[in-house]
């Protein structure tokens, strides 16, 4: 039900003339995808920052809040662009998009490092005096930022994958594979 | 810059390096621009963005 | 004298050294002289080395360490912004910039490290292929000097003296010049990517 509504999203999308011209250009979309994957160091790259100094890998002598109070906004810009850039290229190719595997996990990575964040930013306010000039964070906190690289981590390698046609609609069988990937076509043919 | 002399070895080095390369960079870019837009002129007559096959 | 004077400024003798051997290479046609000789090489690397053969066979592996590249590149982007934009007075205006540029420069080590590591695996995955891109060797060459530049440079620079002792325009043309160094490093690597 979801995949059949999410194809004919899909659609409906690719019938647009702007996705249309988005990916006919040949300069629109390398520079969409050029600027999505550049913008990951102002974005990822702070939030690194942050996460390395919970690990006391980075500056352990400058109190954590305020490291982390400096990078949120650089790092709320990074993310914004990275939003607006990703949404561009899923509207641009949106029926390969919604169909792969690599971006629906990706997908679901992002959802979960989202509410991680949210998380340990409560967290953090509520130990914030406490441990702030410590080289390294207290123990929930320690958790929260491998949790955020570990998941950052996997976005990024699944938002490599996507590119790929491995395990496209067109090139499997497997009926799982076809589900997550809501492969509805192929999985009614079969 | 240093009790003595304010501009010592490491002083020298890094205005130089950095003048230089800044240099070599922006010649780069400022290239690079200027065959993009010689590429959209070539298409199409005019540099414009929208409306383009080319760009958008 | 002359000696004095040799050894009080070595690393700037050293700088316009380099400067005069890039000249040259490129004046006495040296570089068009060892192009062709490379790309036996590059051949090797894509079809006989381990890199080159796990990377061609193994496409989820490339594109696995691919990403590690972006990641580091990621690091690498965080720790340069960081440090520059605070030698520029834009954030982190309450923290020394001395502080940031002697916390952050061995994460920038380490994530040039891998960046490099990761990235001689994707050229040689690639091979003879990245031979012919002009981006490629630009990119190659912007990484060299850039990589030169923060660690025989400007690092060595900016923890020398505290920065207040340094004129403001001179920590700018610093900042700039990092920034747009490794802004072109991933703009170059992202068009090798493209063609």
């Known amino acids: ?190 | 810059m240093g009790d003595n002399n304010k501009w010592d070895d490491k002083t020298v080095a890094a205005v130089s390096t950095a003048a230089i390369m800044l240099g070599g960079l922006l010649y780069y870019w400022v290239g690079e621009g200027q065959s993009t837009v010689e590429l959209l002129e070539l298409a199409y007559g005019s540099v414009k963005f929208f409306n383009n096959p080319l760009v958008f | 004298m002359l000696g004095s004077i040799l050894s009080q400024y070595a690393r700037t003798l050293s700088v316009f050294a380099v400067l005069l051997l890039i000249v040259l290479i490129e004046a006495l046609g040296v570089r068009e002289a060892v192009y062709p000789g490379l790309l036996p090489f590059f051949t090797w690397m894509r079809e006989s080395s381990w890199l080159g053969v796990i990377g061609t066979t193994y496409g989820s592996v490339y594109a696995t360490v691919e990403a590690v590249h972006l990641l580091s590149m990621a690091v690498l982007g965080g720790t340069v912004l960081a440090t520059d934009l605070r030698l520029l007075g834009v954030i982190f205006k309450d923290i020394p910039s001395e502080t940031l540029v002697t916390g952050t420069h061995k994460c920038f080590r380490w994530a040039l490290l891998v960046a490099i590591l990761t990235g001689i695996f994707c050229a040689a995955g690639v091979g003879d292929k990245v031979y012919y891109m002009q981006v490629f060797w630009i990119k190659m060459l912007v990484l060299l000097l850039g990589s030169c530049y923060m660690l025989f440079i400007k690092q060595p620079f900016l923890t020398s003296r505290p920065h207040a002792e340094i004129n403001p325009w001179m920590i700018r043309l610093l900042a700039i010049t990092s920034m747009l160094t490794w802004f072109t490093v991933a703009a170059t690597g992202r068009w090798i990517g493209f063609s």
């Not at chain 1, 306010?125 to 930022?145: H, Q, S």
């Open chain 1, 1 to 190: 039900m979801i995949n059949e509504l999410l194809l004919q999203f899909g659609q409906w999308m690719e019938a647009q003339q702007y996705s249309q011209m988005l990916v006919a250009g040949y300069y629109s979309y390398s520079w969409l995808e050029a600027t999505h994957v550049l913008t990951l160091m102002v974005s990822i790259g702070s939030l690194f920052i942050i996460d390395f100094r919970m690990l006391g890998l980075v500056m352990p002598n400058v109190p954590a809040s305020t490291i982390a109070a400096r990078l949120h906004k650089p790092m709320i810009i990074g993310f914004v662009i990275m939003f607006i850039t990703g949404a561009l290229l899923v509207y641009a190719k949106p029926v390969e998009t919604i169909q792969s595997l690599w971006f629906r996990m990706k997908m679901i990575l992002l959802f979960l490092a989202f509410i991680n964040a949210w998380v340990f930013n409560n967290r953090m306010k509520g130990a914030e005096g406490n441990w702030d000039n410590d080289p390294v964070a207290p123990k929930p906190l320690r958790t929260g930022a491998i949790a955020s690289l570990v998941l950052w981590c996997g976005v990024v390698i699944l938002g490599r994958y996507i590119p790929y046609d491995w395990v496209d609609c067109t090139n499997t069988t497997n009926t799982t594979i076809l589900w997550a990937a809501g492969c509805v076509d192929q999985l009614n043919a079969l």
